[in-house]
């Protein structure tokens, strides 16, 4: 079998990896391409699995640790993909918080399995609002450790991906990219929007035709990177709701509004919270990347009479805080009105990195 085209889209939580990878899975499929995905998280019950399965069937997860970490789950999930899918691309979206991917994946694959795979440049992306604040001095509304996590994606990327730029004004956007590109200055910076289309194609003609150089080994202390994952506290969970004839995007709406008053009260310093309401083939989503000014929705799960709800958030506070805050919340919008069911219900804080490899240029 010939060599399977490896596409990590790193960068902190609430970028918009998984946006991405989806409009990239859909582009390459309507051009005849076999493409495998492969999300990865502490824990799982993951919205971003369930998102990209409407691009394709072909989502493989590694959940429970992050690749780096779980390295051979990364394998596996690489061998599957290639086995029952014959892909030709696999695109691949580490744990948001991770750093380190340049010695911990890029060169354990480029070393022991470049028989199988093409390893692209390293992608880092990267909320535009966050990016301001970390380049012009600021903390991009993270805890200072969580905030050198952001700084060490950027500077082991060999590609910055700007997103989300429909937030921003063309001279807005010129500033930033070149601000971006004189901090890295050995860093390719681009910009795209999954929202009006813009650069995607741009971006992954770039990551599509070369292979990465893997050189960009970070000079990390790990006491600062494992503390800055620890703040943040991590829940998934999963809940079936019921009742008669039942408009759920309206409870979404609820849901993610009492999240968001919460977020504002207690001023929590937010990674991402993702809520899908998932009614068969419909669903809608709801989403918070930052301050309860970040709150969006998108999508449709309609009128029925059962919905699951999948639960993901990383907040700054305890995971035992964050537990309760949400349980809260659902209380407060089911009210009696539906049936609900607890399917599955985890909150954790993430222990210390310890990668299965971590090699050098020389390694």
Not at 13 to 37: C, P, Y
Not at 190 to 197: F, L, R, W
Not at 237 to 253: A, F, Q
């Amino acid at each position: 079998m010939n060599q399977t085209r490896l596409i990590f889209c790193g960068g902190f939580l609430g970028a918009g990896k998984t946006t991405l990878i989806w409009d990239v899975a859909h582009r390459l499929m309507a051009d005849g391409k076999r493409v495998g995905l492969i999300t990865n998280d502490q824990a799982p019950e993951l919205v971003d699995s369930r998102l990209l399965r409407e691009a394709t069937p072909h989502v493989a997860e590694v959940a429970g640790s992050c690749f780096c970490c779980n390295f051979n789950g990364l394998i596996e999930a690489i061998r599957s993909l290639r086995e029952d899918v014959k892909a030709d691309v696999i695109l691949a979206e580490p744990v948001g918080s991770c750093a380190d991917l340049t010695a911990t994946l890029v060169r354990p694959l480029k070393k022991y399995y470049n028989t199988e795979v093409i390893v692209s440049p390293l992608t880092v992306l990267s909320d535009p609002l966050r990016l301001k604040s970390i380049l012009y001095g600021g903390d991009g509304g993270l805890h200072e450790d969580a905030a050198y996590i952001y700084r060490k994606q950027l500077e082991e990327s060999e590609v910055i991906l700007i997103t989300k730029t429909d937030l921003l004004t063309e001279d807005e956007l010129k500033k930033l990219i070149r601000d971006t590109q004189a901090c890295f200055h050995h860093t390719e910076v681009m910009a795209a929007s999954t929202m009006n289309g813009t650069g995607v194609r741009e971006w992954f003609k770039v990551v599509a035709n070369r292979q990465g150089d893997g050189t960009k080994i970070l000079d990390i202390d790990y006491d600062k990177y494992a503390h800055g994952e620890a703040v943040l506290g991590w829940l998934n969970g999963t809940v079936s709701l019921s009742g008669e004839n039942v408009y759920w995007d309206s409870v979404l709406k609820d849901i993610m509004t009492g999240i968001a008053r919460v977020v504002k009260k207690e001023k929590l310093r937010v990674g991402h919270i993702k809520v899908i309401a998932e009614n068969g083939k419909r669903y809608s989503v709801g989403n918070i990347t930052g301050d309860a000014g970040t709150l969006q929705f998108r999508g449709s799960a309609g009128v029925s009479d059962n919905v699951k709800l999948i639960i993901n958030a990383r907040v700054e506070t305890s995971p035992e805080h964050l537990d309760k805050l949400i349980r809260e919340v659902l209380v407060d919008a089911i009210d009696g009105q539906y049936r609900d069911e607890v399917l599955a219900w985890r909150y954790l804080q993430p222990g210390r990195p310890s990668p299965t490899y971590r090699l050098d240029v020389e390694g």
